[in-house]
């Protein structure tokens, strides 16, 4: 797979990175600074018959005013009134992720929402033990053939089920991440 990295002509060389999905409304970034905006789409070549990941890098530059934002989309009101409203979706969005007092919902056998009730934490984290507890307590290892392997994971999975102490220190440390969170 091959990456490609193109700048509009005329772009600055002295461009500012900016790592990962870019934020509504960064608020660390002067009003006039040069900001990258990645775009990348995965297409097929003809020529090498693989499909390529191309990436473009395109200069943006934050407005100060709303008419500038105007001009930035050719003075179409109606297309101003979609961006705006797409960025308000998005931040209601990023609220309502760490306000407790919208429960979360899952979908039913019938398609309806009913209340979650189970107990959200970091999935990285889980994975991690599991494996870790899989290859030092439940035999374990990359040689052994995939339903060995299976059967250790899945026993370190209901190790950690059954383990009160082991599920209330996750609930702990998720019940620390999600209030600083609230709190940022």
Same mark, same amino acid.
């Given at each position: 797979?091959?990456?490609?990295?193109?700048?509009?002509?005329?772009?600055?060389?002295?461009?500012?990175?900016?790592?990962?999905?870019?934020?509504?409304?960064?608020?660390?970034?002067?009003?006039?600074?040069?900001?990258?905006?990645?775009?990348?789409?995965?297409?097929?070549?003809?020529?090498?018959?693989?499909?390529?990941?191309?990436?473009?890098? /395109? +200069? &943006? *530059?934050?407005?100060?005013?709303?008419?500038?934002?105007?001009?930035? $989309?050719?003075? @179409?009101?109606? !297309?101003? #009134?979609?961006?705006?409203?797409?960025?308000?979706?998005?931040?209601?969005?990023?609220?309502?992720?760490?306000?407790?007092?919208?429960?979360?919902?899952?979908?039913?056998?019938?398609?309806?929402? /009913? +209340? &979650? *009730?189970?107990?959200?934490?970091?999935?990285?984290?889980?994975?991690? $033990?599991?494996? @870790?507890?899989? !290859?030092? #307590?439940?035999?374990?290892?990359?040689?052994?053939?995939?339903?060995?392997?299976?059967?250790?994971?899945?026993?370190?999975?209901?190790?950690?089920?059954?383990?009160?102490?082991?599920?209330?220190?996750?609930?702990?440390?998720?019940?620390?991440?999600?209030?600083?969170?609230?709190?940022?």
């Amino acid at each position: 797979m091959y990456s490609i990295r193109v700048l509009p002509e005329g772009a600055p060389n002295t461009v500012t990175r900016k790592r990962g999905r870019p934020k509504m409304s960064p608020t660390n970034v002067t009003e006039t600074e040069v900001n990258e905006i990645p775009v990348q789409r995965t297409r097929f070549d003809l020529d090498s018959m693989e499909e390529v990941t191309v990436k473009k890098t /395109v +200069p &943006f *530059t934050n407005v100060t005013k709303v008419e500038d934002a105007l001009a930035l $989309l050719g003075n @179409n009101t109606e !297309k101003l #009134v979609e961006v705006i409203n797409r960025g308000l979706r998005a931040e209601v969005g990023a609220k309502a992720v760490n306000d407790p007092a919208i429960p979360w919902m899952i979908e039913n056998e019938e398609g309806d929402l /009913v +209340p &979650f *009730t189970g107990t959200l934490v970091n999935a990285t984290d889980v994975n991690v $033990l599991v494996l @870790n507890l899989a !290859k030092q #307590v439940f035999g374990y290892s990359k040689d052994k053939p995939i339903e060995v392997r299976k059967a250790a994971k899945e026993s370190a999975k209901n190790f950690i089920k059954t383990s009160d102490v082991i599920r209330e220190g996750f609930k702990k440390q998720a019940l620390a991440s999600s209030t600083t969170e609230t709190e940022a």
